[in-house]
């Protein structure tokens, strides 16, 4: 017998000072059964932190290999913009790059993972992927207060991260980072 996906109803207040976008945000999210929690919240976090006019989830769901989680599409649906989550592989990477004019990355892996993971072949334009990497401590203190349906305050002001459920705040930082390794990062290795 096969595992359906569960159902989480997530609704999200958006208040993103760095970007000046402020917005409820009600989220239907199919969670299949091989994602993890902080997968999902890693994703949920990626489209909110994203939120634009045009951006959606993936038809094909996770389990898709030819489609982003996440991306962004103008009203002809032209891909604008292609928005991964955790630790895709370079080919993967290169084939985003290839396929959207921007791309970005949220992930909890250390940098120097993504990093040697983005070396081990080419990726076409791999200087312009913006990674966003979220702090894996903070994705799980998160994941110990959501349900499958819960209310969210997401807040991010200066590289913060601010996510309040049931009166808890919840802060972490979003440093933004290269896939591609500064010659000091190259010596540490």
Known sequence: MALTATMMHWRVELADVDRGVYTPIDLRLARHPSESMRYLITRTLAYCLCFTEGIGFSKGGISSTDEPPICVRDPTGLLLEWIDVGVPSAERLHRATRAAPRV????????????????????????????????????????????????????RNDGLLYVTIEGVTIEGALTRGSLVASGDELTRR
Not at 111 to 131: D, M, Y
Not at 138 to 144: G, N, P, Q
Request: glycine share 2%; no cysteine.
């Open 104 to 155: 970005s990355l949220f992930s909890h892996a250390p940098l120097a993972q993504l990093q040697r993971e983005a070396a081990s072949q080419r990726i076409h334009k791999v200087e312009s992927i913006t990674v966003w990497r979220i702090e894996a401590s903070f994705l799980d203190a998160v994941e110990a207060r959501v349900g499958r349906n819960t209310k969210i305050e997401l807040m």
